[in-house]
């Protein structure tokens, strides 16, 4: 349920950054910068909402337009930036408290695989490696 929210408020981010930057529009020369500007505005917004910075979550979003936060928590959007804001500030005991309670997160690691059996795991899911970021160890 907490990554849905952040999904959903990941999904508002990118809608907002579209409608900023004049999204439906078809000039094909504008679309690459106004993808990576979309990229760039959500990059922010991630690092904002691990950092649990309020502040900088405020730099990203849109003031031109009411803003609209759709969480999984939530019975219905919140539109404007002081209803949003508020809904951050009200969700940030539950971060706080579900980052706590994970503090010690580690990823499973598999030392007792052979060569051949790693070999085979990139082999097969070495889209899912890539995808991810982790080193892709070399296969024959």
Not at 43 to 70: C, G
Not at 113 to 119: E, S, V
Request: glycine fraction near 8%.
């Amino acid at each position: 349920m907490r990554r849905m929210l952040v999904v959903g408020t990941a999904a508002s981010l990118i809608g907002l950054a579209a409608a900023a930057l004049g999204g439906g529009g078809t000039n094909a020369h504008a679309q690459p910068s106004d993808a990576e500007a979309v990229r760039a505005a959500a990059s922010a917004f991630y690092a904002a909402l691990n950092a649990r910075d309020i502040r900088a979550m405020e730099a990203v979003w849109s003031r031109d337009a009411d803003p609209v936060l759709i969480a999984p928590a939530s019975r219905s959007p919140v539109v404007g930036w002081e209803a949003v804001r508020r809904s951050f500030e009200e969700a940030r005991p539950r971060f706080e408290a579900y980052l706590a309670a994970n503090a010690g997160y580690q990823t499973n690691r598999f030392p007792t695989l052979t060569d051949a059996q790693r070999d085979t795991i990139t082999r097969r899911w070495g889209a899912v490696i890539d995808r991810y970021g982790y080193p892709r160890r070399a296969t024959p």
